[in-house]
């Protein structure tokens, strides 16, 4: 499967943990996309990469948000000292340079 | 801040009906506008529309963008149980790379 690909798929954590995760794009796209969709909403912008260099940032982002895409391949979302309004599925997309965005399958996060 | 409303927000239809979904917008530096289909899982991605006024067409659904007026419609002729899914919006500017999504469009059809 060549698709954007996340893992994990879904992620159960207590209030206060650290959560880490990891998205794949597709490989011969440049930019990558962190989005969060609650039920019932359309998915919100976090942030984006070009290549290695993070580009955007929501003021959705927190603090306890950080991401990274360290060679310009695979990315990763870490959220520090989790709260129960973090629950969420977190899509990441990807795209070669401002055409159309493939979405992966989420993670879906929930916090007790 | 860039802004996406689409109606209406829920739709139940029998099969073989036409349905038309609307998306209106508002944004500072319009780009383009894409829709896409989720079922219970990842957005799909359907069309993507920058110019007004040329129907982008595939198979049952066909889409069209009026600048001026600032608003695209999906339609979907002869609906099977299979389009039941939400429907999503999305505008992105001329600056940025960031999709701008609405609420959706809730689709059931049923048998």
């Known amino acids: 499967d060549t698709g954007v690909s996340q893992d994990p798929r879904h992620k159960i954590t207590k209030r206060g943990q650290n959560v880490t995760f990891r998205c794949d794009p597709i490989s011969e796209h440049n930019r990558l996309y962190w989005y969060r969709q609650t039920l019932g909403q359309g998915p919100e912008f976090l942030t984006y990469f070009q290549n290695e260099a993070q580009l955007e940032k929501s003021r959705l982002l927190s603090d306890r948000f950080s991401a990274e895409r360290p060679k310009g391949s695979f990315s990763t979302l870490e959220i520090q000292r989790t709260e129960q309004g973090d629950s969420a599925m977190y899509l990441c997309?990807?795209?070669?340079?401002?055409?159309?965005?493939?979405f992966g399958p989420g993670t879906r996060l929930t916090v007790l | 801040e860039d802004k996406v409303v689409q109606s209406p927000l829920s739709l139940v239809v029998h099969e073989g009906d036409t349905v038309t979904l609307n998306c209106s917008y508002e944004?500072?530096?319009?780009?383009?506008l894409l829709w896409y289909k989720q079922e219970k899982k990842a957005p799909t991605f359907l069309f993507m529309l920058?110019?007004?006024?040329i129907e982008k067409k595939s198979g049952r659904l066909s889409s069209i963008l009026d600048k001026k007026e600032l608003f695209s419609i999906l339609n979907i002729t002869a609906t099977q149980t299979g389009d039941s899914a939400v429907y999503l919006c999305a505008v992105r500017e001329t600056s940025g790379s960031r999709l701008t999504f609405g609420e959706g469009t809730q689709l059931t059809v049923n048998p």
């Open positions: 920058t110019s007004s006024g």
């Open positions: 944004v500072t530096n319009f780009r383009s």
């Open positions: 997309a990807s795209s070669r340079d401002r055409v159309e965005q493939f």
